[in-house]
């Protein structure tokens, strides 16, 4: 006979953890599988096509001009705040 400890904390896909009370499903197998890129260095190619994108987004903003990109830093600042200060306000509640 299966306990129903056993039935609420076991699936197919893996188990059932419980973490700060609140319930998620993880497949321990995975864990042990090895990740299809190494951790190495990157290779020579991922180089290139890094420095290429680079280059890319260097031209980019120069076309575009100092007072846009200040002008989208000061928008993209303002709204990390706000969304911090959502989260301060979450947190606290």
């Known amino acids: 006979m299966v306990s129903q400890h056993?039935?609420?904390?076991?699936?197919?896909?893996?188990?059932l953890a419980r973490t700060?009370?609140?319930?998620?499903?993880?497949?321990p197998a995975m864990a042990t599988k090895p990740?299809?890129?190494?951790?190495?260095p990157w290779t020579p190619e991922e180089i290139a096509r890094n420095e290429?994108?680079?280059?890319i987004r260097v031209r980019e903003d120069r076309?575009?001009?100092?007072?846009a990109n200040l002008e989208d830093?000061?928008?993209?600042?303002?709204?990390?705040?706000?969304?911090?200060e959502a989260f301060r306000h979450a947190r606290g509640a």
């Open 6 to 15: 056993h039935d609420a904390t076991h699936t197919k896909v893996g188990h």
């Open 73 to 84: 830093l000061v928008k993209l600042t303002r709204f990390a705040n706000r969304f911090a």
């Open 35 to 40: 990740k299809a890129k190494p951790k190495g």
């Open 52 to 55: 290429r994108v680079a280059q």
């Open 63 to 67: 076309k575009r001009g100092v007072s």
């Open 20 to 27: 700060r009370g609140k319930v998620s499903i993880y497949n």
